[in-house]
């Protein structure tokens, strides 16, 4: 009955109280489900502490029961047999399991799923640890940058909550996962709907996972040109984290309340965000420490130029040699979002082997990037506008163009400018960029030009736009000359092709 006012005070905030509880040991000796209660709500205390290296311990005396299980040797009045010590070392590996889990060591997790498969159990494992190993695969599948699959393992799980969990936080647990592969995966509908809808089938207050959903949310909000809606959401899911942080997300919150403040100007809220960011920088596990270290660099290169970039490169790097392309590409997506472009060929490289479309859209543009093509432009211009990314978009069309341009095909360069200008009024499409603006500029009519190229295509002579306009002809010749030369065509039998594309 430990696991019970464990799990209570756990809720309550107070995880060191848990384990208090569970320090006590089985009330019966001969009860191997006592023997195993708790093991799993003792993990989710630890990690609320940030022991990793106390979730070894405890897997290794728990071990070592196991070993006195084999040799015959009693403990208490019980002599256990090779069951009850295989399930007991199931235990064993599912806790290590968890623990290289936090500490971001996916190699091992890797390793020990693919035990976890090949093993033959005499009985069958427990539903709770059936679905954290469905868990921990899907953690795998994540930092292998396969966010749709490892959303769908997650959502399997949350599908079956009402399992046995032991008292372990299941709920929270993978609610967490789920959000942040749909996240990832560019399916930020969805993390609107749960966010909006969720409630919880074991009705637990929403203060327990809530903040999980509302950094779900600002995060798709922040990555999809609407970083103004976040800043409110970040300013109430940081104050309440810092009364009660059960998921251990403060370190991510103020991180992106740092980087919603900056975007939108505030810089005096953006440093005072950072320092609290920077002062609990070791909170939470090993993957939301990483993504709460890469906002914090893109905080610092939004408020100082120059400030972040490498920050976010280091990151990276750190990510590829772990192991983790997964995490390595959120790093090169948010260096790509804030105008970095020496490492775009490695972020194209990256994504190119991730699942969703958020990676599709921004391998696209890394790609452009890299090749400083108008038409790999256009691809990456397609991709943001079927994101909703109308101001990413825009300005990817205006670099086609200017790229096209460039290259003397105007032609191009005038049809990817009116792709451009197709995205003006569309939610968040803001100004591309004041080279891209320059050059929508330089192909768009004014509205004299257009005034007379309308005419001429309704077939009227120079004289008769003349007389209509109250220009001289001269004029009028010189506003359809500079006109054939914007739309990329030599003369007024080509006009009507032309305005009609």
């Known amino acids: 009955m430990r696991a019970i006012p464990?799990?209570?005070?756990l809720n309550l905030g107070d995880p060191a109280a848990a384990l208090a509880d569970l320090s006590r040991g089985p009330v019966d000796p001969n009860d191997l489900d006592d023997v195993l209660a708790g093991t799993l709500i003792g993990f989710a205390a630890r990690a609320a502490r940030g022991e990793t290296s106390a979730m070894d311990d405890d897997a290794a005396r728990l071990e070592r029961a196991a070993e006195a299980?084999?040799?015959g040797t009693p403990t208490g009045d019980i002599v256990f047999g090779p069951g009850p010590r295989s399930v007991v070392m199931r235990r064993v590996r599912l806790l290590r399991a968890l623990a290289a889990d936090e500490r971001g060591d996916i190699a091992a997790v890797e390793a020990a799923v693919a035990e976890e498969r090949r093993a033959v159990h005499a009985t069958p494992p427990a539903p709770i640890e059936q679905a954290l190993w469905t868990l921990l695969e899907g953690s795998v599948l994540l930092a292998q940058g396969q966010y749709a699959t490892s959303a769908r393992m997650a959502g399997s799980v949350l599908a079956q909550i009402e399992i046995d969990d032991e008292h372990f936080p299941l709920e929270e647990y993978g609610l967490v996962r789920y959000l942040s592969a749909l996240v990832l995966g560019g399916d930020w509908a969805s993390v609107v709907k749960v966010s909006e809808g969720y409630t919880g089938v074991r009705s637990r207050p929403i203060v327990a996972f809530?903040?999980?959903l509302y950094c779900a949310r600002a995060f798709a909000l922040l990555h999809s040109d609407r970083g103004e809606e976040a800043v409110p959401i970040l300013g109430d899911v940081v104050e309440n984290l810092e009364l009660m942080d059960p998921l251990r997300l403060l370190a991510v919150a103020a991180s992106f309340a740092a980087w919603a403040a900056a975007a939108a100007g505030d810089e005096e809220g953006a440093r005072e965000y950072l320092a609290r960011a920077e002062?609990?920088?070791?909170?939470?596990?090993a993957a939301m420490r990483e993504l709460a270290a890469m906002h914090r660099a893109g905080a610092a290169e939004i408020l100082e130029p120059g400030a972040g970039l490498a920050a976010l490169a280091e990151i990276a790097e750190r990510n590829r040699a772990a192991g983790r392309p997964g995490w390595e590409l959120i790093a090169w997506v948010l260096y790509l979002e804030l105008g970095g472009r020496d490492e775009a060929g490695r972020a194209a490289e990256v994504?190119?082997?991730a699942e969703g479309s958020w990676a599709k859209g921004w391998g696209a543009w890394a790609r452009a990037e890299a090749e400083e093509h108008g038409d790999a432009y256009?691809?990456?211009?397609?991709?943001?506008?079927a994101l909703g990314l109308n101001r990413r978009a825009r300005g990817a069309y205006a670099r086609a163009a200017a790229c096209f341009d460039a290259a003397g095909d105007r032609v191009a360069a005038r049809r990817a400018g009116a792709a451009a200008r197709a995205c003006e009024g569309l939610?968040?499409?803001?100004?591309?960029g004041e080279a891209e603006e320059a050059v929508l500029a330089s192909l768009r009519l004014s509205p004299r030009?257009?005034?007379?190229?309308?005419?001429?295509v309704e077939g009227l002579s120079d004289r008769q736009i003349a007389d209509r306009l109250h220009l001289s002809v001269r004029t009028v010749e010189g506003h359809l000359h500079r006109s054939y030369a914007k739309l990329g065509i030599r003369s007024r039998e080509d006009l009507r092709a032309a305005v009609e594309d």
């Open 279 to 285: 002062g609990c920088a070791e909170v939470g596990s």
């Open 427 to 432: 939610p968040g499409a803001g100004e591309a």
């Open 378 to 385: 256009l691809a990456a211009a397609d991709h943001f506008r």
């Open 69 to 71: 299980i084999e040799r």
């Open 351 to 353: 994504a190119a082997a």
């Open 6 to 9: 464990a799990r209570a005070h």
């Open 210 to 212: 809530g903040p999980g």
């Open 449 to 456: 030009e257009q005034d007379v190229v309308d005419l001429a």
